[in-house]
């Protein structure tokens, strides 16, 4: 938990297992999408975390993007 986190959420639960969680699934979305072990992923900065995710969602997208302009062709 970081000391700028708040310690409540809007819910009044404790905001510390919410992000714990949060963290281990990027951790583990990187490591699927960059076949890296998870434990190498632990050993990258926050900063270079965010920007690993960054790049995988704009992959993402434009591969989403590239098959409905595949299919928009086929059709």
């Known amino acids: ?5 708040p ?10 297992p919410y ?3 949060e963290i281990v699934r990027e951790c583990y979305s990187i490591a699927k999408n960059c076949n890296t072990p998870y434990t190498d992923i632990l050993k990258i900065t926050p900063r270079e975390r965010d920007y690993l995710i960054e ?5 993402a997208n434009r591969a989403k ?3 409905e302009e595949n299919k928009k062709r086929l059709s």
């Not at 938990?1 to 986190?5: E, K, T």
């Not at 310690?7 to 510390?16: I, S, T």
């Not at 790049?55 to 992959?59: G, Q, Y």
């Open 1 to 5: 938990m970081n000391f700028l986190d």
């Open 7 to 16: 310690q409540f959420n809007e819910d009044g639960e404790p905001y510390g």
């Open 19 to 21: 992000r714990f969680k």
């Open 55 to 59: 790049f995988i969602v704009d992959d």
């Open 65 to 67: 993007e590239l098959l």
